[in-house]
Structures are given as C-alpha cells and as structure tokens.
C-alpha cells in the first residue's frame, strides 16, 4: 500500500517571516526534493531538523512519516501518523494522516488496527476510493489471520488429544499387565502344588458320611466308657447264706 504523501512546497514570503521560520521552510523545501529523488534517508534527515525548528507545524511530522515508511520502518512511520492524524485540525488532513497510519499497521501485519484506522479516514472523507479499497483489503487480510489461527488452534487440539489419548491408553495398558502379573503371581503361590501333596489333602465327604462317622465314633466312644467302667467297678461282697 502506498502511503499518501503531503508535499507542500512552501512559499516564502520575505515581509515578516522570521529567520527560524525561513530555515524551517528551507529544509521542508529540501525534503520534498530529496522525496521526490527517492532519498527517502535524506529526506527523513531534513524533515527531522525542520520540525525541530518549526515545532508546532505538522508538515513535516507527517512527511517524515511517509519518508520512514518508504525505508522500510513501519512503527517508526505509524508514530508520525499517529501525531497528525491527533493534532491535525483539518478533516482533509485527518484522513491522509489515517490512511498512512492504516498502511504501518498492514505492513505490520495488524489488519485489525489498519482496519480501525481506514473507518477513521472514511469518517472525514467517504468518498475516498483509495481508503475505501484498502479497507476491504484489511478485512480480507484479518479474515485471512483468523482462518490460519484456527486451523493452528484446531492443529494444537488434536495434538493435545492425542497425547492424552497415548497417555491414557499407556496407563491402561500398564494397569493391564499389573492385572496380569498379579494373576500369573497367584496360581505360583497358591494354586500349585504336587501331586504328593494333593493326595495328602484331606477330601470333602459329604454330610451322610459324616453323621455316619459321628455315629460310629458316639457307639465306639460309649463301647469304651462302659469296659473302662467295668475294670474300675469294686465287687460286692454278698453275705453267703448256709443252711441251718
């Protein structure tokens, strides 16, 4: 986008112009010059010393903001701008100061601020195609920016997914094989045994046999009783009868 230039040659009155003023003109004058020949350096240079000397004249804040955007410094420029767009008092004025000042934020890649910045030059002066045109080229360029941030956004979010999903499946495969490791540790230390000691297990007899073996053991247990009370009994003597 090319910036608008304001290149006002100064006509010097002799009568009642001061020696600061005539210098500050004089360099102003120089600066043009050194534009239009594409010395945008030395330009720059003389448009310096004549704001210097004429602080309070906005022509060569804002031409020295168009010889810093032609050497390629953009925030430099939008500086200057910024000053006139601020300080200018004529709508003319704020609209050529708006319109470079949208041009420093596009060459900045800020199509939103250039975009805020052209309304601005279309509020002072709407019938500017120039503005106009520059405008849509911004919102093309910001429309532009939001699709490839959302694209990398939408990137970022399928990445992070898939960490956690890798994350997630490492976790469950590792709950996993301790499950397994656990169950391959349990038949080891309880479940196997040899043959040996297998027969030596006692077996489950169901509950017949076992009041059958209750049964057994009472008669046995009272066959014993009654013969060990036998061996203890004390005979009794019992009187002999004789015949008389």
Known sequence: MNPRTLVLLVTVAATGVC???RKADAALIEGNALY??????GAAAAYQRAGTLAPADLRPTFNL???LYRQGDPAAAQQQFERSAQEARDPADQARA???LGNTHLAQQRPQQAIAAY??????????????????YAQRMLKQQQQQ????QQKQDDQ???EQDQQQQGEDKKEQDQQQQEQQQKPGEEGRQDPQQQ????QRMSREEAERLLDALDRQERDVQDKVRQKLRVPVRVPIEKDW
């Open 199 to 202: 027969a030596q297990q006692p």
């Open 160 to 162: 992070e997914k898939k």
């Open 36 to 41: 239009r020949q594409g010395d945008h350096a």
């Open 65 to 67: 903001g168009d010889a």
């Open 19 to 21: 020696a600061q003023e």
């Open 98 to 100: 708006y319109h470079n």
């Open 149 to 152: 941030q959302n694209k990398e």
């Open 119 to 136: 309304r601005e030059a279309l509020r002072r002066d709407p019938s500017d195609e120039d503005t106009r045109y520059n405008l849509a």
